[in-house]
T-cell receptor
């Protein structure tokens, strides 16, 4: 059962630009998490935002959460070539069972 | 640093074979998970475990079983491999502490069933 859906499915930008990815979900959540996956590797946790939070920052990452719209966005500022990866949102409805979206493939062009 | 290791990066098996995928974590995490990842479908939860000898079905348990005899090790078993089980398999672990919901992933095992 897919809960989170990312948009766009693919995004290609120039190095230095900002990248924004969106995630929508269907039911109430405890928290929403963003993960990154480099090609052919495991996922790496980026940031977690709880249902009572609206915005969170971590370095060049900014995550927002709008529970009324059941949506979240991940902004990566001043992108670098090393940011090229797939990004997944995952919703936690409780008991730490995460439901992942299909991901956004981000390409940073030098 | 949390480390989650998986026994193989790449595996090629024949239809009907019994396949074991092993996952070990070194952070004394209570929770362990097995996912499969397929293009266009994202990650789907196969099985998970909240404690030794405990297991719970995820969203797609058919054709799989699991074993958790020790806290650090969670095994995924394909009883009789089929071609539709060709996929990337990802193991993850997490702590049961309320403030520690992050899942830590292994590097993945890419399984090809011929």
């Amino acid at each position: 059962s897919q809960q989170g859906e990312e948009d766009p499915q693919a995004l290609s930008i120039q190095e230095g630009e900002n990248a924004t990815m969106n995630c929508s979900y269907k039911t109430s959540i405890n928290n929403l998490q963003w993960y990154r996956q480099n090609s052919g590797r495991g996922l790496v946790h980026l940031i977690l935002i709880r249902s009572n939070e609206r915005e969170k920052h971590s370095g060049r990452l900014r995550v927002t959460l709008d529970t009324s719209k059941k949506s979240s966005s991940l902004l990566i500022t001043a992108s670098r070539a090393a940011d090229t990866a797939s990004y997944f949102c995952a919703t936690d409805k409780g008991a730490q069972k995460l439901v992942f979206g299909q991901g956004t493939r981000l390409t940073i062009n030098p | 640093d949390v480390k989650v290791t998986q026994s193989s990066r790449y595996l090629v098996k024949r239809t009907g074979e019994k396949v074991f995928l092993e996952c070990v974590q070194d952070m004394d995490h209570e929770n362990m998970f097995w996912y499969r990842q397929d293009p266009g479908l994202g990650l789907r939860l196969i099985y998970f475990s909240y404690d030794v000898k405990m297991k719970e079905k995820g969203d797609i348990p058919e054709g799989y079983s699991v074993s958790r005899e020790k806290k650090e090790r969670f095994s995924l078993i394909l009883e009789s491999a089929s071609t539709n089980q060709t996929s990337m398999y990802l193991c993850a672990s997490s702590s049961s502490t309320e403030a520690q919901e992050t899942q830590y992933f292994g590097p993945g095992t890419r399984l090809l069933v011929l």
